[in-house]
């Protein structure tokens, strides 16, 4: 199994950053990418006001495609977590504090039902996942 990793100390990163994807992962390069960017936000690692590396730098020091990176931002892009500016790094806009619109609560709800569904499918108990769930929580911000 290779692993590409990526641990970034930058100026615009206020703490070093591992970033670890396994390309022998049934998930993606790119959602790997987002997914553990997404973590970082959420752990309050990344800031709201902080930069990305552009995605030219990202992928060379991940030693991957700049199109898997372009994807991933893109992808935090549409979530509203980042600005993508031309030319520019990405700028992280998710980790502010705000009241959600109905409309994205209801689009966290809508993703949170068919893995609640597959977890309770395979016999997963209902105190089992309220206990995952704060265990889950305890790690982010």
């Given at each position: 199994?290779?692993?590409?990793?990526?641990?970034?100390?930058?100026?615009?990163?206020?703490?070093?950053?591992?970033?670890?994807?396994?390309?022998?992962?049934?998930?993606?390069?790119?959602?790997?990418?987002?997914?553990?960017?997404?973590?970082?936000?959420?752990?309050?690692?990344?800031?709201?006001?902080d930069t990305l590396p552009s995605v030219r730098t990202m992928a060379a020091d991940l030693?991957?495609?700049?199109?898997?990176?372009?994807?991933?931002?893109?992808?935090?892009?549409?979530?509203?977590?980042?600005?993508?500016?031309?030319?520019?790094?990405?700028?992280?806009?998710?980790?502010?504090k705000k009241e959600l619109k109905e409309t994205e609560v209801e689009k966290v709800e809508?993703?949170?039902?068919?893995?609640?569904?597959?977890?309770?499918?395979?016999?997963?108990?209902?105190?089992?996942?309220?206990?995952?769930?704060?265990?889950?929580?305890?790690?982010?911000?």
């Amino acid at each position: 199994m290779t692993d590409f990793c990526l641990v970034i100390s930058d100026t615009d990163w206020r703490d070093k950053m591992n970033i670890h994807l396994d390309p022998s992962s049934e998930l993606q390069l790119y959602k790997q990418l987002a997914n553990q960017l997404i973590e970082l936000i959420a752990k309050g690692e990344l800031k709201n006001g902080d930069t990305l590396p552009s995605v030219r730098t990202m992928a060379a020091d991940l030693g991957i495609n700049v199109s898997t990176v372009s994807k991933s931002y893109h992808e935090l892009e549409e979530k509203g977590l980042i600005e993508l500016k031309p030319k520019a790094k990405a700028l992280i806009i998710g980790g502010q504090k705000k009241e959600l619109k109905e409309t994205e609560v209801e689009k966290v709800e809508n993703a949170l039902k068919p893995i609640m569904a597959e977890a309770f499918a395979r016999g997963l108990e209902k105190d089992q996942m309220t206990n995952l769930f704060h265990r889950i929580l305890k790690q982010w911000k």
